[in-house]
């Protein structure tokens, strides 16, 4: 093959990137956003408010890291490792302290990070069969949560108060359900794969081995010949019984 046809080394992609430090920034920002959560036992309004900030700004670094990453060749091994764990950092550091709080019941997000934790495990228990992509509501999931979380970590009281609480329910019902439809999407891949994988080659070794060609016939040679076909019958009449 000529040179001017050779295919291009492959570029090696550095971890100082634009992509990489947006994911770093959000892990940074994680530890800052809990301090200014729990500061004051998240009675000082200005506090919240600046976790409120931090929290805004983590989610926006989440949203660009990924699209720059993948629009300009910049996805590393450091990037799809640092990303998933940066985003379940910030949201349960976020629901296990409102819930410390007493703002957000337990259960809320002990069901939120059970579902997290668990479609994370499901990835990668699957990935030698394929790669299961974020669905549409996924994507509706991750954007109800994080508005639903933001909006309790702003001082907010009466209607707003209210409000919240609806979009945490909505944020809940797309947690289960994306969860539940994960894990079908997980059998369906595990199940296509299987039907789609070639038989493997038969190895010489594993055959029986093959029958020698001297083997002696069915049946001996010395039997007695058979019955004659006209042989006399046998009458039997009652005289005789």
């Not at 949560?145 to 919240?164: D, E, K, N």
């Amino acid at each position: 093959m000529s040179a001017e046809h050779a295919t291009p080394p492959a570029r090696e992609v550095s971890l100082f990137n634009i992509a990489n430090g947006l994911t770093t920034l959000r892990l940074v920002l994680v530890p800052v956003f809990a301090v200014f959560l729990l500061k004051e036992d998240g009675a000082d309004t200005r506090w919240r408010i600046a976790a409120a900030v931090v929290f805004a700004l983590a989610v926006i670094t989440d949203k660009y890291d990924g699209d720059i990453a993948r629009a300009r060749g910049l996805v590393t091994e450091f990037g799809k490792m640092a990303d998933p764990i940066a985003d379940k950092a910030l949201m349960g550091t976020a629901l296990v302290g409102l819930s410390i709080l007493a703002e957000l019941p337990w259960w809320v997000t002990i069901v939120i990070l059970v579902r997290e934790v668990g479609v994370t495990l499901l990835r990668f228990l699957v990935i030698r069969y394929g790669v299961i992509p974020a669905s549409r509501g996924g994507k509706a999931k991750t954007f109800a949560q994080s508005l639903a979380i933001w909006m309790y970590v702003l001082p907010f009281g009466g209607f707003l108060a209210s409000l919240r609480w609806w979009l945490m329910g909505i944020a809940i019902i797309l947690t289960v359900a994306t969860g539940i439809d994960y894990i079908f999407r997980a059998i369906r891949l595990r199940r296509t794969r299987n039907r789609n994988e070639p038989l493997a080659p038969i190895d010489p070794s594993d055959l029986p081995p093959a029958l020698p060609e001297d083997l002696p016939p069915a049946l001996p040679k010395d039997l007695p010949p058979a019955l004659p076909k006209n042989l006399p019958s046998t009458r039997i009449v009652p005289e005789d019984m």
